[in-house]
Each structure stands twice: as C-alpha cells, then as structure tokens.
C-alpha cells in the first residue's frame, strides 16, 4: 500500500515494452530488426512511423538496448545491466533521446553534428532518437543531411514520427523506413487483462472489450484509459463502470435506440435519448457511438462477416442483420450523412443535446429510399391496399379539396339564360370530327383560341374585374339543327365571390378545349417546314426565340437535319449551339417523326427578300409577298386581313341586339353579385377547320 505523497508511476510507463516480443502488433518490425542485428546488417539510420501509441519510440529503445547490452543474445537484451537499465529509465549518456518539437531549429542541429564525432563513452554504438522528427524546420534537415548521409561508424539515428508525410524526401530516402500498423482490440484487451491480473483487479470480459474499442489501435491510450478506469472502480471494474465514466450509453441501450429508428417511431427515440441523458451520457460521445453505430450496420449489410464492430458487442451481430436489412443500404447511407453533418454542427452549437435530437428524429423519419430509386428507374412500388372505408374517406377528402381549390383558382363557368331560369338544357351533341388533329398551330390566334375546338366549348373571357365564360360568338356546333344567335358578354366589375351554380335535374356534359397535340410527321424534304413549325411551338421559350431568328430547316441525310442560321443571327446560334438545347430538339424530332436524326446548323447569308412576311414586313421595302425560304411554310395573308378586321370599329347590329341591363341572364348574374356593367365586349372568335377551309 503506498503512502500519501509517494511517487505513482502510470501503467503505460511501468509496462512499457521491455523486449521486441513484448511489442503487441508490431511482429513484423522486431522480426526485421533482430534479424538485422543477427547477421550485422543493421542501417545507419531508422524511420519509424505509425500512429500515436503504438511502440514507435520504444521499439527505438529496445533496438538501442540490442546494439549496446553486453549480455545480449541473437538481438534480445537482458534488462538486468546497468547499460540496459539506464537506457530505459532515459538516463544513459549514450543514448539520447531529443525531442524534435522543442529542439526543431538549426541551431540544435549544429550542436548535434559538434558532438557527433565524439565516440561513445562505455557502450558500442552512440544512438540519436528524436521523436515527432517532422516538427524540424526546413533549415535543420538541410543541415542534417550531409551527417545523416555519412555518420561515423559508431553513430545510429533513429527517427519517429506520427505525419511522415512532412518529412522531407531528402531526408526519408537515407532512412530505412518501418510502419507502425494499429493494434487490434483483441491484442489490446489480451494485454489489459495481464495487466489487470499483476494489479490485483477483476475486470468483466465487457469491460474490456469497451477500454480496447476506445482506444482505438493505440495500447498507450488503452493503458491510461484502463488507469483510470482502475481507481474509479473499487476491485471489479464492470461495462457499467466504464460507460459512466467515459459518459456513453451502454449496448442495450444503442440497441433499444435504433430499434425506434428503424420503425420510424420518433416519440420513443426522444423519450430513449431523454433517458440517456439523465443517466450521464454526453450527446457528443452519444453522437459518435451512433455514427460507428450506422457503420456497423453498413458492414454487415455489406457483407463483412469478418470486419470487427467498432459500437456494441459482437454479441449482438444477428440483430444488426436485421436492422441493416429492414433500413436498406440507401437508408443507411443517408443516415450516416445525417448524423455526420450533425456532429460538424456540435462543434459550433451550444445546443448540443437540440442538434443530436433532431438528426436522431430526422433519421427515424427516413422513408425506403428503395422506392425513389425505383420512380427514378421507372418501376413504379407497389402501395398498400386500404381498406373499404379508408379509401372512401380519402376519395371524399380529395373531392373536397379540388372543389375547394377549383372555387378559389378556376374561372366560374356560368350556366345558360334557360338553365339559370330552371329549365334543363339539351344534352351536348359530340361531333365525331370536331377538332382536326392535323391543324397547325397558328401563332396568330388569339388567346382562348385553340385547333380543333368548336361551338360547344366555352372560350373564356379576358376580363379583370369578372371570370365568366358564356358560349363564343359567330360560332356554331358542328352538327347543331339551328344556329344560335350571336351572345355578347358583359365584363361585371365584382368582388371575387365563389359561385353557386344551380343543380340541373341531369348532369350537363361541358367539352373542354383539348389543348393542341402534334401529329406524327413523315420526314421528306417537303415536310421539313412543317416540322420546323412544330418545333418552334414545343420546344420551350428559349429555344424557339433561337429557331425563330433562323430561316428554316432542311434534310441533310437520312440521319441528319440542319437549321439554316443567318451569319449575322448571333442569338440563335448561341441558343443552338448549347448542347442541352439540342438534346430538347432532337428528342423532339423523334416524338414528331419518330426518327432519331441529329442536328446541326448550317450558316447562310439570307437576302432580305427572301425572308417570310413576318421578318421581313418590319422593312419598308417588304411591301409585297415574296417566295419562302427553305424550309418554312408559305407565308399567308391571314394575319394582315386579321389585323385590318381588327383595326374596324365593332359592328352596331351585334351590339345592339342585347341590351345588357335587360337580358334576364346578365340581370341575375348582376343581383347575385352586386355587379354593374363597366364595359360591353365581342367575345373572341374559335377558329374551326370547317371555317378555315370556307375561307380557303
């Protein structure tokens, strides 16, 4: 029993290695080094690295041991001289050790070489070890390379660093180099247990496998870790003991958490984290066992039976399996990234334990990230059933919430003068050949316009003050038994109110405008204009401002089509040459003619007159129509008649057979919504293939 005052060496010191067997982890290094000493083919100079703990330094003492003890035998030194004493007290005058963080100048070099020639002055060999050799500045290796080159014959360096990395090459190819390898936590807890045995301690099997995973390789940070663990105990250390000494939760407890993660159950996560903290454990310490944690159950699902956990006890290796399979890799993946961006932001919080709940929830609320994978690939998961009663409760929520959404964002279609007096209207008559597929687009139609659509469709009103549709003008259905009369409408100036249309005794049949769809196109040289339309009008805004600024589009090769670009058309080649943008022309060519062709562009030099209407009207010497370039379509005199029918003054009969103020439907449309008339419009016109071809 020691008295109080007395000196306490610490473990790692008092079974410090004394032999090259007694280095753990190390076998390769003693191997070489006393079949060296063996055959006397020991090197002028020695470079050991590796990580902290590992024997680096004292391996460099038992080599000098070897060298100088005068009992040595095959490289293995007795330890009972005074020679091999003093050298592993650190006291011998032979044999120094200097320390190359507070001796790094070149000054401490220079002395050095002074008293390297001075021959030792009772053992063989006059050894150098300098530890953390990496901190000598520039200078001082440069001033030590020429005496580390060409020693005396009686001098040996011996050189230990943690970064070898920063080493200069000069200096590590004069060296023969030795790497330090990490201790396996089986040796570091053989070696505990021996210890703990000499000590007097009875240490669970638990417990030392925790200090072994702790310490991480290193058997120096084992042995103080185990020092400390002995005088917090009173005889029998426990895994209870350590965990509430080094603050970190104990395996059931990891278990019990990530079992709460993996049902996605987060209010049992929080009461579990909750019950840590209030039993001692750190959230930072808690944090990096959950991340080692996520590794292990990367491991395993990964398939390394062999690779030993770093978080709980092998022990539990079946129930991870499980965890890790009903996660899935994915979800692992992303948990790990979670927590790990989480413990960056532990070290700039003061709100640790807030950081540490809310990844641990966040992961717990990670979906199968199986089934974005399969939408992405096209694999569409399968969903749950539910049941009867579920699914028409989700059926009539989901009816409510368009109704609600359609009542707040869509245009009120309003009934007809007979239905909003009560009277039921006739069933709509659908017209096998209403709307023609094959109408092109016309870029000068007006908005509300569409191909293909007729007189049974509403086209709505462009008004800021009222959303009301009523049935177009002038316009008639395709198989109609009379013509109606032409119908005005009148813009109300109203607050935004939703309407309350009256239930017809049958449901009334409204035919949306179907928007336009482009027909299948047979490539030929003829129609290469009509696809260059097409494009224009589904390529997106930027790219068709490009084709806009071209002058047309021609057949190549089978394989290719090129845009005729103007030299002086900057834009557009700018906006074409862009890879992406012609990725989006030529998946549009294969939807349209279903042939995949590349596309290129061609540079010409367009004369103004052979520009179309529409670029060259802007001119003034463009007064008459002139020959199409290649690849558009033929210019038509439709939009000049259509903007001289627009410049005339509205026509006096339309406007004056309804009175707005007397036409029963306006009048109640006005006293539901306390509406008065600001203004009285002509409703746009619906352009139909019957009605083109008459004008044609």
Same mark, same amino acid.
């Given at each position: 029993m020691t008295t109080a005052g007395s000196h306490y060496t610490v473990l790692a010191r008092r079974f410090r290695p004394q032999a090259f067997d007694d280095v753990v982890g190390q076998e390769h290094v003693a191997r070489a080094l006393q079949n060296a000493i063996r055959a006397g083919r020991v090197a002028h100079a020695y470079m050991f690295t590796g990580a902290r703990g590992v024997g680096k330094t004292s391996t460099a003492r038992i080599l000098a041991k070897a060298l100088n003890c005068p009992n040595a035998v095959d490289g293995v030194p007795c330890n009972q001289c005074e020679i091999c004493q003093g050298i592993s007290s650190g006291n /011998?005058? @032979?044999?120094?050790?200097? /320390?190359?963080?507070? $001796?790094?100048?070149?000054? /401490?070099?220079?002395?050095?070489?002074a008293n390297v020639g001075v021959r030792s002055m009772r053992t063989q060999f006059k050894v150098y070890i300098i530890d953390e050799v990496h901190m000598l500045t520039k200078e001082a290796f440069n001033a030590l390379l020429k005496t580390l080159e060409e020693p005396p014959p009686n001098v040996?360096?011996?050189?230990? %660093? %943690?970064?070898? $990395?920063?080493?200069? @090459?000069t200096i590590l190819s004069r060296c023969q180099r030795f790497d330090f390898s990490s201790i396996a936590d089986q040796s570091i807890a053989d070696r505990l247990r021996e210890i703990a045995k000499i000590e007097g301690f009875e240490v669970t099997e638990d417990a030392l496998e925790l200090v072994a995973r702790r310490a991480r390789g290193s058997m120096r940070d084992s042995q103080s870790l185990f020092d400390q663990l002995l005088a917090f105990s009173s005889g029998t250390v426990s895994a209870d003991d350590v965990h509430r000494m080094l603050g970190t939760a104990g395996d059931d407890r990891l278990i019990d958490l990530f079992t709460a993660i993996v049902e996605h159950r987060p209010g049992e996560v929080l009461t579990i984290l909750d019950g840590a903290f209030g039993g001692g454990v750190q959230p930072g310490e808690l944090m990096d066992q959950c991340i080692g944690y996520v590794r292990d159950l990367m491991v395993i699902v990964s398939g390394g039976t062999s690779v030993p956990l770093c978080s709980v006890a092998a022990r539990f290796r079946d129930t991870l399996q499980n965890q890790g399979v009903r996660l899935g890799m994915p979800g692992i993946m992303a948990a790990f990234q979670v927590l790990? /961006?989480?413990?960056?932001?532990?070290?700039?919080?003061t709100f640790a334990r807030t950081v540490?709940?809310?990844?641990?929830?966040?992961?717990?609320?990670?979906?199968?990230?199986?089934?974005?994978? @399969?939408l992405l690939s096209g694999r569409l998961p399968s969903l749950p059933e539910l049941p009867a009663a579920s699914a028409a409760s989700v059926a009539t929520a989901g009816e409510k919430k368009n109704s609600d959404v359609a009542s707040r964002s869509t245009p009120l279609i309003a009934p007809s003068p007979a239905a909003a007096m009560g009277i039921a209207p006739p069933p709509v008559v659908e017209s096998e050949d209403e709307g023609d597929a094959s109408e092109p687009y016309d870029d000068d139609s007006e908005v509300g316009d569409s191909p293909g659509s007729s007189a049974s469709e509403i086209a709505p009103v462009r008004s800021e003050n009222a959303s009301v549709s009523v049935p177009a003008a002038n316009s008639q259905p395709a198989h109609a038994p009379t013509p109606q009369p032409p119908v005005v409408t009148a813009a109300v100036e109203t607050t935004p109110v939703a309407a309350v249309a009256p239930a017809p005794p049958q449901p009334v049949m409204i035919a949306a405008a179907e928007p336009a769809v482009a027909p299948q196109i047979v490539l030929t040289e003829e129609t290469c204009g009509q696809l260059f339309h097409e494009l224009i009008r589904c390529v997106g805004l930027t790219i068709a401002a490009g084709l806009k600024k071209a002058t047309g589009l021609v057949l190549a090769s089978s394989s290719r089509l090129e845009i005729l670009v103007d030299s002086t058309a900057d834009f557009a080649k700018k906006v074409l @040459?862009?890879?992406? $943008?012609?990725?989006?022309i030529e998946s549009e060519v294969l939807r349209l003619t279903g042939r995949t062709m590349a596309i290129g562009m061609r540079p010409v030099t367009v004369d103004p007159k052979d520009l179309p209407v529409s670029a060259a009207s802007s001119s003034p010497k463009a007064a008459a129509p002139s020959k199409p370039a290649p690849g558009r379509p033929a210019p038509s005199s439709k939009p000049a008649e259509k903007s001289a029918h627009a410049s005339e003054p509205?026509?006096?009969?339309?406007?004056?057979?309804?009175d707005p103020s007397r036409d029963p439907f306006i009048r109640r449309v006005m006293e539901a919504f306390g509406a008065s008339v600001v203004r009285v419009t002509i409703a746009p016109s619906v352009r139909t293939a019957d009605a083109e071809q008459a004008a044609e």
């Open positions: /011998d005058v @032979d044999v120094l050790e200097i /320390d190359g963080a507070s $001796n790094r100048g070149i000054d /401490d070099i220079r002395s050095l070489r040996k360096f011996v050189f230990c %660093t %943690t970064e070898p $990395n920063k080493v200069p @090459d790990s /961006d989480a413990r960056s932001q532990m070290f700039r919080s540490l709940e809310m990844a641990m929830v966040q992961v717990s609320l990670l979906e199968n990230l199986s089934a974005l994978a @399969d @040459d862009v890879p992406e $943008n012609r990725a989006r509205p026509q006096a009969n339309l406007l004056g057979e309804i």
